[in-house]
């Protein structure tokens, strides 16, 4: 397992996200706009998140809808600019002004969506679309070399090279996701961004192509960002989980650690919504409230509304992420030994 | 004792330009008084066509080609739309995925329930009001008396579901039929719906027919299971004993393929394939093509649930032909 041989601390990791925020600035009807002089609320979508992943391993960016994970895919993988932070690959900062769109690092990276139906042009074959980025990047000396890489590709994700010819919409849903697998790999890359790969899939479905994802993650030595909401594909294929709550970090652990040992008084709330298959009958603590509207994210801590151990510092203060045994956590109680 | 929903041989088939689509076909099941059915298959497998069967809301050219539903002893298929309208409602209930498509935009949520509770009940306007109150502070809505005038798009996904549920059960029904209800919820908002409809089926003494595709859900709640797969019932029996023994392959490689927390595999086991289409159900047992068990028999020949040696767990599964007719 990759996980088992734990990278030595002197190679710098692969991916080192620095205090990364992303704000939106919200449209305002025009009228208000011009007699209310009423300024645009700002969504703060992603605030303040710093986190690094190593070489070979999974980061998982766990937590509910509008909890900023998938902002933090698309700034990382460029299809957002980040309003304030840094991301560093490879040692580098993606985000060097002086630099337009580093197309190096952009080959190294490449990105799998949600929803495998949406993800892929029905009007292309699916050769053309596992082509696309080797033909951007140029990456092919000829047709020939073009035409053999795909077929290669194919085969690497359980396809055969025959399915080349045909249209996404003669695939399933779970072969489609194949195809989008194919494609994020067709440019060689070492890093990938997985947005709910598997939440569009049916579950016997969703086993295949977690299975796929780790053996190519074993024998091509990748490296992926994984964002879900399921814990239990989480606990499956992570190495680390970061867990997230309107747009900042409240935990970041190691697998074990923060699905054993869980801190943060959110993550032990996730970790108690998750089903028991087992059936033990096991009671749970009653889970209370929702997550606020995010253009009025509460003071303070923002989770303090439905937590259990809020103090009056919770309600005034942020708190800020200190490492406290293993893990990351951003929160008073924690801190002050509360929990 | 007759149970209070009884579904015979039910076929439900969709004429279209090429043939006739057999979506759900053979399939039986009953649902006693207060109990929870939970109906589990992956998309296309057929369970929410048979509960919309059932509720009589089966989109046309959808029809119910063969086989019998039979509520409290009355047969439902076949009754005319104004009859089975008055009983939809008032005996069964209905709760969907998407609570924003299933309350009315333009009309208050007071104004919806003091309809549904003047529609099937005796209560004047003003006592179906104050009932309308009751019910929102039975499901959970913190501030009833003021929310009650509030419109649906002023309540958050969570809210307006517990408003869903308020509706489904406002004439006490005996059955609910709960399709997907909290598929579009977040995790944190699902485990509240859950108990929320677990206390009140259990005060009510309310049946549900639960349909999803979340064994987790499933497992919260229900007291028995109908696993669906290709428009079939593969097994059903009581929760405990399809969750921890299954019986059916098909059901066994489900069970397996599910990640579970506490548990450290490398790789899940799957189920090779997928569920095929409609149009190319293959002859025999459906499942075959993708049975690590299968035989000559299951190519050629349907089988039927059948018992499997457990009491009241039944699976259609040849393997359990031979132990019975071994005695």
Redo the contacts between chains.
């Keep these: 397992m990759a996980n088992a041989t734990p990278t030595p601390p002197t190679s710098p990791p692969l991916l080192r996200v620095q205090e990364l925020s992303k704000y939106f600035v919200l449209s305002v009807p025009w009228l208000s706009r011009i007699f209310g002089r009423l300024s645009p609320p700002i969504l703060r979508a992603v605030d303040g998140v710093s986190f690094e992943i190593q070489r070979g391993q999974t980061f998982a960016l766990v937590g509910e809808s509008g909890c900023g994970k998938s902002t933090v895919a698309r700034v990382i993988v460029g299809l957002y600019y980040p309003t304030a932070g840094d991301i560093y690959f490879q040692g580098k900062s993606l985000e060097d002004p002086s630099v337009k769109s580093p197309p190096e690092s952009r080959t190294r990276m490449q990105m799998i969506f949600q929803d495998p139906y949406a993800s892929l042009d029905p009007r292309w074959r699916v050769r053309d679309i596992i082509a696309e980025p080797i033909r951007t990047f140029h990456l092919a000396k000829n047709r020939f070399e073009l035409g053999e890489r795909v077929s290669e590709l194919l085969l690497q994700v359980g396809l055969s090279p025959s399915d080349g010819e045909k249209y996404p919409h003669e695939f399933s849903g779970g072969q489609r996701q194949r195809i989008s697998i194919a494609r994020a790999l067709s440019s060689h890359p070492d890093f990938l961004v997985c947005d709910e790969p598997t939440s569009a899939l049916d579950v016997s479905v969703q086993a295949q192509i977690l299975n796929l994802m780790k053996e190519l993650q074993r024998r091509l030595g990748l490296t992926y960002l994984f964002i879900s909401h399921n814990l239990a594909v989480v606990n499956h294929i992570s190495d680390h989980v970061g867990v997230m709550y309107l747009g900042r970090l409240c935990e970041v652990a190691p697998k074990r650690t923060l699905f054993n040992q869980p801190q943060h008084p959110y993550t032990r709330l996730l970790l108690d919504t998750i089903p028991d298959l087992n059936l033990s009958g096991r009671r749970r603590q009653p889970v209370t409230g929702e997550v606020p509207n995010p253009i009025h994210p509460p003071s303070g801590c923002a989770f303090h509304p439905r937590c259990f151990a809020a103090g009056e510092r919770c309600r005034a203060e942020k708190p800020m992420p200190r490492s406290s045994k293993d893990s990351i956590v951003a929160c008073h109680a924690v801190e002050e030994g509360r929990l | 004792m007759t149970a209070l929903l009884e579904v015979d041989r039910l076929r439900i088939e969709f004429p279209t330009r090429r043939g006739i689509l057999v979506a759900v076909d053979d399939v039986s099941f009953s649902i006693e008084e207060g109990e929870v059915l939970g109906v589990v298959g992956?998309?296309g497998a057929g369970k929410s066509v048979t509960g919309a069967a059932v509720i009589g809301l089966l989109e046309p050219p959808g029809r119910i080609g063969r086989g019998d539903i039979r509520f409290e002893g009355r047969q439902l298929n076949g009754l005319p739309h104004e009859v089975m309208r008055r009983i939809r409602g008032a005996k069964i209930g209905a709760i969907f995925q998407d609570p924003l498509t299933s309350l009315n935009p333009i009309y208050s949520i007071g104004r919806q329930l003091t309809e549904t509770l003047t529609t099937h009940t005796d209560l004047s306007p003003a006592q179906a009001r104050s009932r309308a109150i009751d019910l929102l502070n039975e499901v959970g809505i913190p501030a009833a008396e003021r929310r009650v005038d509030s419109y649906p798009h002023e309540f958050?996904g969570?809210?307006r579901q517990r408003v869903v549920i308020a509706l489904a059960i406002c004439a006490n029904p005996r059955l609910i039929i709960a399709d997907e209800p909290t598929t579009a919820l977040?995790?944190?908002?699902?485990?509240?719906i859950i108990?929320l409809l677990k206390d009140l089926c259990h005060e009510h003494r309310t049946a549900i027919m639960l349909i999803t595709?979340?064994?987790?859900?499933i497992?919260?709640m229900s007291d028995r299971v109908a696993v669906m797969y290709a428009g079939r019932i593969a097994e059903i029996g009581p929760?405990?004993d399809v969750?921890?023994s299954p019986k059916h392959p098909y059901t066994v490689?489900?069970?397996?393929?599910?990640?579970?927390?506490?548990q450290e595999?490398?790789?899940?086991?799957?189920?090779?394939g997928?569920?095929p289409r409609l149009q190319e159900i293959p002859p025999g047992c459906p499942f075959h093509p993708r049975c690590p068990q299968a035989f000559d028999r299951c190519q050629v020949e349907r089988p039927d649930l059948m018992d499997t040696g457990h009491p009241r767990q039944t699976a259609s599964c040849w393997k359990y032909a031979r132990t019975a007719s071994h005695g």
């Design positions: 992956e998309s958050s969570g809210m977040d995790v944190s908002i699902q485990a509240q108990g595709h979340d064994m987790g859900v497992a919260e929760l405990q969750v921890k490689g489900l069970m397996d393929s599910i990640p579970k927390v506490g595999k490398d790789q899940l086991s799957h189920i090779r997928a569920m």
